[in-house]
């Protein structure tokens, strides 16, 4: 098979990201579908399959697919959605390489010493065989099955890849590492404040007067969202952009503040101080639909002033104050809250000072307002590959039911549980859990060497495990510290479905090709474990044995669904996606609250009784403990390790670097493109400078990305594990401040 029939031409590859880079900044269709008509692109002459991107992103994008004699060639954006338009991300467009990476695990594999390298093929019977027995000898050994864990998050988020959750109840107890290094502490902090995680739909934006943008980079991280803030921005409103970095989203705003790292709290305080002072506040909301606003004044009259917030932040008070009444007196005005200014130790206190800005104004339950930050409002799913039955007579832990990101709760009446460990210490909890300890883990949707912390540490935890099984697409740094990799397949390769955390349209994902080598769904793993384990042992795990990916994508579909989405049938989505029906685009908009009031809760006592303040009072940030902050965000075309290691994307990421103020690195003596040591009492990280005034002077920014087998480059090095505030209470565990690190830098 040549190169080009492997997917889209690199030729024409190249030409559609830089046309994909160039429209992701207009209100309009992505260039790419042009371009390939007029190269000669029939689409008569091809089979259309409905994809929907699977990966942890905002955007979520629906796809067409076209393949000719069983191969891919050629994706677009569906027409059908508002939303995606039309258009992919350059990362989208690669998709067509990935199911044909020469770098993809095509077979199940056992690798002869950890670390070493030397893979050697096996049968998937001899692979289920090795596994089987292993989860038997844990079962015997310790009469129940807490000594296997399964860590898994959202490398791919088809619902039906919940059956790994499934798969490891059907076996019995197991232990799960449960919570999110994504977003936790601004889930709790929404929670609180207003009941649940429920963002305005953002195709409403081009409705708002006044945007701010709070740590996040859109530009990158959602192109399509971008075109409705340039709309809104064209009709007249004004975008404001608050990040440490100076962004590609910052270029695009009229006015961008780069405040002190984790400061975020009391900026938005200050402003609220000054909007109260100035009688801007929207007395109606706070009267009728918020509980504590009258403790939230006492609070900023006795603790707040503007000039306290210019010198915690760094912005100057001015500014503050005209921001302030400008953002008050829009009607509407929104506030998109990004991941990354909550993944910090004060993170989830900063979300509840912000959400607090944005109701005092009367901006919560409005169209083209909000305090945006996400939400799972489409999630209605079944579930159904995710709630299996334990086995007859399993024990487990005892002490409650685990919890998790999301609450599929069973049975509340049994004795057992599932033992739940936190997934952003992954390291510090293998090595501490005991009674039994953990001897087994499995690894899917999931890359911990590239995602978990402190990965000196996290080696050396894998090291007192017996067994590591990972499944996977490509040789990760985890596979290479596992035993058995299994092969597991595309979005092209199986069926599912997906909606987003940001959008409101539904997606179905066809198989568009066969399943190439000897790759299998998760699904369809769990079912040959299944078999092996009631060969080996009858009655020891209850996971069906015979699975149809299509039927199983079908058994998550129920009315409440097809009413959500004003379909009859799950087949409706073959002739496209689809979005939710709703009263309004504005969250909140009956003004009936998730609460324990059913009003805005300035003063929250579930939060309190939760052991943080009911107010949304200031929290410090953490003490630094090096000459830097060290920031580690996504890079442009990667998300963690996913993309950047395929062939064509090498084009934009080539090598990594640690990006630097001219003026810092005069002082240490350093120069443009030097090799450079970054160092901290995590571990350390040799790169080559780049120099750019985008960063603070104070700061280093590393982005996040994997460069293949070869490649030593990886963040973890200089990350610990420190705590976020929040996350606990609905995510199960913390989240991580990832954002609160600090290292400090050497010529070398």
Known sequence: MSEKRKGLSRRRFLQGVTAAGAAAMLPCRFLIPAEAQAAGFNPDEYKVFRNACPRNCYDTCSIKTYVKDGVVEYIEGAPESTFTDGGLCVKGYSYTRRPYSPNRVKYPMIQDGRR???WRRISWDEAMDKIARKILELKEQDGNLLGLGLTKYSGNFGITNYGVEGMMSSLGYTTRFVGTPCWPAGIDAQNYDLGNMWCNDPEDMVKSKYIIIWGANPAWCSVHTMKYIL????RGAKVVVIDPLFTQTAAKGDVFWQPKTSSDGALALGMAKHILDQGLVDTNFVNQHSLGFDQFVDYLNANVTVEWAAEQSGIPAQDIREVAEEFATADPATIWIGYGMQRHVNGGASVRSI????AMTGNVGKE???ARYGHLQTWGFNYNAFVQKQPEGSKGFVGGAAKGEFDFSGDSEQSYSDRSVNINKTAQEILDTKDPAIKMLWVSCKNPFGQDFDRPKLEKAFDTLDMVVSVEQFFTETVANSDIVLPVTTLFEEWTVNVSYWHYWLGINEQAIKPMYETKSNIEIAAALSTKMNELSPGSCTFPQEIDTKEWMEKEFNQGIYDYFG????????????????????SWHDMKFGTPSGKYEFFSQQCEDNGHKALPEFKAGRDSYDKFRLLTPHTKFGIHSQFVNLDWMQEY???????MHPGAAAEKGIED???VRVFNKVGEQRVRVKLTDNVAQDCLLMYTAWFGKDSSFNVQNLVDDESADMGAFKAGAPGVAIHD?????ERV
Not at 355 to 358: E, G, H, Q, S, Y
Not at 568 to 584: I, Q, T
């Open 368 to 370: 083209g307002g909000g």
């Open 653 to 659: 990421y080539k090598e990594p670097f640690v990006y």
């Open 741 to 745: 690190q600090f290292a400090d830098i």
């Open 567 to 586: 379909i009859e049938d799950w087949k409706d989505l073959l002739n496209g996606p689809v979005k939710a029906k709703y009263a309004s685009s504005a």
């Open 116 to 118: 070493s390298g030397k």
């Open 355 to 358: 959400d607090a800005l944005v």
């Open 673 to 675: 493109l030097d090799m």
């Open 231 to 234: 709309e809104a921005k064209r």
